[in-house]
């Protein structure tokens, strides 16, 4: 079994957003998803720094599109989940499926 | 607003573009529902989004470097500005040892590196002659040879021949002594010279029967004819000829040291002189062609020559015997050769002040990274990088080196001047030092070199320390690691022994200075007048005349109130260095094929060596009725007695010109030794003693000399000046009196190349023993203030105030030594590269080596009992306290 660095809930959080939209997503759309889902009040700021480490981990990869002038004329970044994202994304849910086996009822 | 302020903090790239993008999109959404809330979150959201622009940005791959580098220089600028006290110290000490070495650099690269301000300087050569067969390393040349090769030669584009002198000018009234040169009519196309004014020489102005023309300098053209652009065309008076000006010479040409005015050399073509080896060659090579190529095409000629027209016996007997043949040197090379071992151990010197200057600034910089261990242990902790923290520690370095560098650089322009005023005219191209883009290339270098030195050695030093130490100790003992005490105390090793070869260098040189000072020349300078005065031959046309002239002259000087002795010689010493010819010696015949000795002579009048307080050591001296006609006699040195006649009295013995007697006019007649002078150091203390035959004025067969100096002696001979002008117009007012000077300055001022490069090393030892003394003293400060607590328990516990000293104190006396030890040997190597500067002295001199090993030990105690003495009185209370 492969080991992948650590994921940070709020970066488990994020993969799980982008990992819902195959085409990609961009950032706005993440932090919408996030605050209605989640219901949690999501920073923009610790959003993109997120969106860049994961990326840096090696488990989120962009491309960029076109936009029209309701942007102003700047880029989409959209996100996607890498195989690496998936895999870490999986070995997190065994981890708390695993420690909460037997629990259950507490939970 | 928040936009522009967002792009700012983002920048530009795709990247921030599309979170800007973001931003901007999803406002426009919310807006369609609540607009004021829109924008409450937009504000909010854009802050929260600038706040950690860096790590939205800067952490990606790709991002630019400069801007990463500017983060760094920002942080790095902040850094310093919070600690001044190290800043300003840090960047002060880099400023010295940058500034030191931009000077010497700039002057080394002026006189050395920077080609002679000649079109195509490199091309240009000295033809020289060599005759190692007679021992004769290097001599000019003679003008039948000359002309020989320029018809033959292959090498050269063109050559010329010219020969330095000095000529009486007369322009309206006042005479005027002008530095003159005769020169043949290639001269200044071969140097590459365009005349603006008028036109140089043409074979027709150089022949026995042209018109007497000459070119003046632009520098005479300015001073004696008011920049008249009339010039070219007047007719002057030169040594009493009417000569008329053809031209000027361009401006630049006065920055080469050449004379004032330059004539034909009106040599006849088919009879030049011949064996007259007194005559400066130099030449244009053509282009590909190397110096010593074109000697060795030269060669063949002399050969030639001996088969086409040298028929004298003595002259192919000289040619033969002496191996002679031709020499071809650069002419940037015979300029600067002098010069280039003092300057190149000058550079030396001060590279090494900048070295010490670097390991003092990396040792503030150790010490001061001690104290941010916590902080570096904080960023390690909290998953900076290793590399992360060496770059911004080497961008910290690199910050303060660029401020010490640009105040250097300042220093150094500003310093510049007055040490060109300081040099010796000696130093060729002194007046065209200054600062230019390849110094400020060097100065850059040094910058970013001294950064590295004194950034890289603390930053890889203390990171290594850091992951493991500061956080599991924590603490102040954490800061007390003994690997980085090690560190800083082999710094202060280092900065003791460059401080010691330095100290050793300047000390060798010092010993020397003071041996030559005090050196037996064989004369007093002291309370004496010179004066050179030269007799045209238009006015006095026999030697008889001039003779008379001198002798009235030297009584009526001997006759002013308050000088006790006048005479003059043709060869003051050190001023000019006496001609050679070869010398028959009575009862020493010669073998067939042996040469004659080439023996140094000059002319000395009656009272001469009075007033030089030259003894006579047996015999007498001369006398003015020994000038008559048929007298003949002379006086020698002791080394001429000593060498020549070995264990015989030399009163009596008999000396001749070598050769002659072919032609009526060239007389030859013997000459009877009838005294001994002391030896006398002709050429400067530093120059060995040559055998020297003394003529009197007017001997028969001695060339005329018609430029004799004056010397007068009197308590108050210096402010005599007047007086001399006084007398030489009372008996011709039309003559000029050139140079006149005490021996005492011709004598200091041999001396004054040496002395500068005694006094800019022993500036830079002093500077290298005081920056050392700091770095011992900081370091053993630093070390007292960490062991505040211990020294405190200690003397709590009874320890003697004075045990706590002298242990401060014998550990910078270890350091020091240790230091010591290794700058003794370093100074072993490096003294061997003064030897031909110093006068006798040893390189491994012991007594200068004991010495200067003495002073940095005496200053190093000095530096290490200052902080000693706080430890010391260290109040266990106190200590306890803090």
């Known amino acids: 079994m492969t080991r992948y660095a650590a994921l940070g809930e709020f970066e488990h959080l994020v993969l799980l957003a982008v990992l819902r939209h195959t085409e990609g997503v961009f950032g706005s759309r993440i932090g919408r998803e996030l605050e209605e889902r989640a219901r949690r009040r999501v920073s923009r700021g610790a959003l993109y720094a997120t969106l860049d480490r994961l990326e840096k981990k090696g488990f989120l990869s962009w491309t960029t599109e076109s936009a029209g002038p309701e942007r102003g004329g700047h880029p989409r970044r959209l996100f996607t989940v890498t195989r690496a994202g998936r895999a870490a994304i999986r070995q997190y849910g065994r981890a708390v499926r695993s420690l909460s086996a037997g629990i259950e009822d507490l939970l | 607003m928040f936009r522009r302020f967002l792009l700012r903090r983002l920048g530009s790239d795709h990247v921030a573009r599309s979170v800007i993008g973001d931003l901007d999109e999803e406002f426009a959404d919310r807006a369609r529902l609540d607009r004021a ?53 840090a960047a002060l000490t880099i400023a010295l040892g940058v500034g030191a070495v931009t000077v010497i650099f700039s002057v080394v690269n002026s006189v050395l590196i920077q080609p002679l301000p000649y ?38 584009e063109e050559m010329a021949l010219r020969q330095r002198g000095r000529v009486n000018m007369t322009y309206g ?162 300029i600067v050769g002098d010069a280039r071992e003092p300057l190149w151990i000058l550079l030396g010197t001060v590279g090494m002040v900048l070295l010490i200057a670097c390991l003092n600034v990396a040792n503030l910089c150790l010490v001061r990274a001690e104290g941010r261990q916590r902080e570096m242990a904080v960023r390690l902790a909290l998953g900076g990088n290793r590399a992360g923290i060496i770059r911004s520690l080497l961008t910290e370095a690199l910050v303060l080196s660029v401020i010490g560098s640009v105040v250097g650089v300042l220093l150094a322009a500003a310093s510049l001047p007055l040490l060109i005023r300081l040099a010796p ?129 030297v009584q009526q000087l001997h006759d002013l109130p308050g000088i006790d002795a006048a005479g003059a010689t043709s060869d003051l010493p050190i001023q000019s260095g006496p001609s050679g010819t070869a010398f028959d010696l009575d009862g020493r015949p010669l073998e067939p094929g042996q040469l004659p000795p080439i023996i140094y002579y000059s002319i000395v009048t009656p009272g001469y060596f009075v007033a030089t307080r030259t003894p006579i050591t047996s015999g007498r001296d001369f006398v003015w009725t020994d000038t008559r006609d048929g007298v003949n006699q002379v006086l020698v040195n002791q080394t001429m007695a000593k060498q020549y006649w070995p264990n015989e009295n030399p009163i009596g013995k008999r000396v001749k010109r070598a050769g002659g007697g072919d032609k009526v006019k060239d007389v030859r007649p013997w000459f009877t030794v009838m005294g001994v002078v002391a030896d006398v150091r002709q050429s400067g203390p530093r120059e060995p003693i ?121 550990r910078g006396a270890a350091i020091s030594l240790v230091g010591l030890a290794i700058g003794a040997v370093g100074a072993f190597g490096l003294t061997r590269l003064l030897r031909s500067m110093l006068f006798e002295t040893a390189p491994l001199d012991p007594l200068t080596f004991a010495a200067m090993a003495a002073v940095l030990l005496l200053v190093a105690l000095l530096a290490s009992y200052l902080p000693a003495r706080r430890a010391a009185a260290i109040s266990p209370m106190e200590s306890m306290r803090t």
């Open chain 2, 37 to 89: 809330a829109a924008r409450r979150w937009y504000r909010r959201e854009a802050f929260a989004v600038a706040m950690r622009a860096r790590s939205i940005v800067d952490t990606r791959r790709g991002d630019s470097v400069l801007r990463q580098f500017l983060t760094d220089v920002q942080m790095a600028g902040r850094t310093l500005m919070k600690q001044p006290r190290f800043t300003i110290v």
């Open chain 2, 119 to 156: 079109p195509n300087a490199s091309r240009l050569v000295n033809i020289w002659s060599t005759a190692p067969g007679l021992d004769y390393d290097q001599f000019p040349l003679s003008p039948d040879l000359f002309l020989f090769f320029e018809k033959h030669q292959t090498g050269f």
């Open chain 2, 173 to 334: 009234e006042e005479p005027t002594v002008v530095q003159s040169a005769l020169v043949t009519a290639k001269h200044f196309s071969t140097l590459g010279a365009v005349f603006n004014q008028g036109r140089p020489f043409t074979a027709a102005d150089d022949t026995p029967k042209s018109v007497r023309v000459a070119v003046i300098s632009h520098r005479l053209w300015r001073r004696t004819f008011g920049a008249n652009p009339g010039a070219v065309g007047l007719s002057v008076r030169v040594d009493g000829e009417p000569t008329q000006i053809i031209g000027v010479a361009p401006a630049w040409l006065d920055r080469t040291g050449s004379p004032d005015m330059w004539l034909p050399t009106r040599f006849n073509p088919e009879d030049p002189p011949a064996g007259n080896f007194g005559w400066n060659a130099i030449g244009r090579l053509k282009p590909g062609v190397r110096p010593d190529d074109a000697a060795k095409q030269l060669e063949p000629l002399v050969k030639r020559a001996m088969e086409t027209y040298i028929s004298s016996p003595n002259y192919r007997a000289f040619l033969t015997n002496g191996r002679y043949r031709p020499i071809v040197h650069s002419m940037k090379e015979d």
């Open chain 2, 425 to 553: 005219e000696s130093i060729p191209r002194i007046e065209e030092v200054r600062i230019d883009g390849l110094v400020l290339l060097v100065a850059a270098a040094l910058t970013i070199v001294s950064a590295l030195i004194f950034g890289l050695v603390p930053a890889v030093r203390y990171t290594r320390q850091l992951v493991l130490g500061a956080l599991r100790h924590g603490g102040r003992g954490a800061t007390d690691h003994p690997a980085l005490h090690r560190g800083r105390n082999l710094l202060v090793a280092g900065q003791t022994a460059m401080a010691m070869v330095l100290l050793v260098g300047s000390g060798l040189l010092a010993r020397s200075f003071v041996r030559m000072a005090t050196a037996e020349l064989g004369f007093d300078p002291r309370s004496t007048l010179t004066a050179q005065i030269a007799v045209p031959p238009t006015t006095y046309r026999s030697g008889a005349e001039v003779m008379q002239f001198e002798q009235r002259l």
């Open chain 2, 690 to 810: 040559n055998p020297m035959i003394y003529f009197a004025p007017n001997a028969p067969g001695i060339d005329e000399f018609r430029s004799l100096t004056y010397v007068i002696r009197g308590p108050q001979a210096a402010t005599q000046a007047e007086a001399i002008r006084h007398t030489v117009r009372a008996i011709d007012a039309d003559l000029p009196i050139a140079s006149i000077r005490t021996m005492k300055e011709i004598v200091d001022e041999s001396m004054v190349q040496f002395s500068f490069t005694m006094l800019t090393l022993g500036i830079a030892a002093v500077v290298a023993l005081l920056l050392g003394a700091v770095g011992l003293y900081s370091v053993l400060s630093y070390a007292v203030s960490l062991r505040t607590r211990e020294i405190g328990v200690r003397l709590a516990l009874g320890a003697a105030p004075g045990r706590v000293l002298r242990s401060v104190v014998s």
